[in-house]
Antibody, heavy 119, light 110 residues
Framework: EVQLVESGGGLVQPGRSLRLSCAAS????????MHWVRQAPGKGLEWVSG????????GYGDSVKGRFTISRDNAKKSVYLEMNSLIPEDTALYYC????????????WGKGTTVTVSS | QSALTQPASVSGSPGQSITISCTGT?????????VSWYQQHPGKAPKLMIF???NRPSGVSHRFSGSKSGNTASLTISGLQAEDESDYYC??????????FGSGTKVTVL
């Protein structure tokens, strides 16, 4: 079964850091670019970051550029999101999603992990 | 990068057709045929409904269709059913090699 499972969320104070993980199974991980998408409580979807299959290309949304770093480990079939200098506006459910190499749409999503930034 | 513009809400009676618009710029929607649409029920992960403007993944009802004209993409749901009541989001690839979502549309079946 194709599956993406996010982990690492939690309650963190403003200014601190947190690292999210997304473990993939059931498909050839190296064939896919990976993304992080977030959804603040009661709000819409926001694309956060993406990374190509070989880590050669990485992109970030304007609201997280310079604070968040995406990475992947193909041997571990995992993608990560290192989040630094967290602010309350980063509070959201963070989804991991995949895009087949050369495509531009996300066909499989995880269930998400919740990040709450509060003192 | 500003969010793509979608109407906050659209409603229709069972059996009717509705259309949700998604307006961007020549740097995103207008510049690429890489617009996709997602359905999201409360508490659930988004589900892909349309990709590359007008393509439907296997398993998605033929009642869902997509199109684009200039800087505006559209999702049409024909033969509206109660199960279609949900939130819908568009997303486009951009000239910065990033992606931008639409603001989201709540579809209500009257």
């Amino acid at each position: 079964e194709v599956q993406l499972v996010e982990s690492g969320g939690g309650l963190v104070q403003p200014g601190r850091s947190l690292r999210l993980s997304c473990a993939a199974s059931g498909f050839t991980f190296d064939d896919y670019a990976m993304h992080w998408v977030r959804q603040a409580p009661g709000k819409g979807l926001e694309w956060v970051s993406g990374i190509s299959w070989n880590s050669g290309k990485r992109g970030y949304g304007d609201s997280v550029k310079g604070r968040f770093t995406i990475s992947r480990d193909n041997a571990k079939k995992s993608v990560y999101l290192e989040m630094n200098s967290l602010i309350p506006e980063d509070t959201a459910l963070y989804y991991c999603a995949r895009t087949w190499y050369g495509d531009h749409y996300m066909d499989v999503w995880g269930k998400g992990t919740t990040v709450t930034v509060s003192s | 990068q500003s969010a793509l513009t979608q109407p906050a809400s659209v409603s229709g009676s069972p059996g009717q057709s509705i259309t949700i618009s998604c307006t961007g710029t020549s740097s995103d929607v207008g510049g690429y045929n890489y617009v996709s649409w997602y359905q999201q029920h409360p508490g659930k992960a988004p589900k892909l409904m349309i990709f590359d403007v007008s393509n439907r993944p296997s398993g998605v009802s033929h009642r869902f269709s997509g199109s684009k004209s200039g800087n505006t993409a559209s999702l049409t749901i024909s033969g509206l059913q109660a199960e279609d009541e949900s939130d819908y989001y568009c997303i486009s690839y951009t000239s910065s090699s990033t992606y931008v979502f639409g603001s989201g549309t709540k579809v209500t079946v009257l």
